[in-house]
């Protein structure tokens, strides 16, 4: 089953042979831990559920420490639909990627509070002459006379908030691996901050 859970890192640049560079973000994917292998006949579907990090053990409600007895305290615990079968404390390292796999990385990007409609939707704004006074980066007219019956429609795009949506980017490709510190060199920029949690498939 080629699926990790890494934590993002900086970008930086690495060189080929010929001397390309190329732009990529580093993840840090330290080995995960089955928590839990349902079932269909027991829970109505197949899947696994692992966890990665680690956390405090006064930081855990007893639910959780009782999910997790005999286990690593897991900082996050996710869960991925396969009909793999794992045992309940089996371990899952980096060692199905490979060098040259093309991936999904799935994360929340970064939240970018309440915007106008030129940074959210791309807006041109008014024009930039003749008299042209605090407009520059309006919306415009969002209905109303004989638009749609005089009332705004729904779906209308407006100013609002942007950003801490979970975002799902295809076709990157895995640069480089080093095994010795769990670390995947993903060309290209992925979604979320520096520490955001992200979820890569093979």
Same mark, same amino acid.
């Given at each position: 089953?080629?699926?990790? !859970? &890494? ?12 001397? %390309?560079? @190329? ?15 349902? %079932? ?12 990665? &990090?680690?956390?405090?053990? @006064? =930081? !855990? ?19 991925? *639909? ?26 929340? @990007? ?9 940074? =959210? ?6 024009? =930039?002459?003749?008299?042209? $006074?605090? $407009?520059?980066? /309006? ?6 006379? &004989?638009?749609?019956?005089? *009332? ?15 975002? %799902? ?19 290209? /920029? ?13």
């Amino acid at each position: 089953m080629k699926f990790i !859970l &890494g934590i993002k890192g900086r970008m930086t640049q690495i060189f080929d042979e010929k001397g %390309t560079v @190329s732009p990529v973000t580093i993840v840090t994917a330290t080995p995960m831990t089955v928590t839990q292998a349902k %079932t269909t006949e027991k829970d109505g579907y197949e899947a696994l559920q692992l966890g990665t &990090g680690i956390r405090r053990e @006064s =930081r !855990l409600s007893k639910a959780v420490k009782g999910h997790l007895k005999d286990l690593p305290l897991s900082r996050h615990i996710r869960e991925v *639909r396969t009909s793999e079968t794992m045992e309940r404390g089996a371990t899952i390292d980096l060692g199905s990627f490979a060098e040259g796999d093309v991936v999904v990385v799935s994360a929340v @990007s970064k939240g970018k509070g309440f915007q106008g409609v030129v940074k =959210r939707h791309g807006f041109k704004g008014g024009p =930039r002459s003749h008299g042209q $006074k605090n $407009k520059e980066r /309006a919306p415009g007219s969002i209905g109303g006379g &004989g638009r749609a019956g005089g *009332r705004v429609v729904p779906g209308m795009r407006m100013a609002g908030r942007m950003g801490g949506d979970r975002i %799902t980017v295809k076709n990157l490709k895995v640069m480089k691996i080093d095994a010795a510190t769990n670390t995947l060199f993903i060309l290209g /920029a992925i979604p979320g901050k520096p520490g955001t949690l992200v979820e890569i498939r093979g």
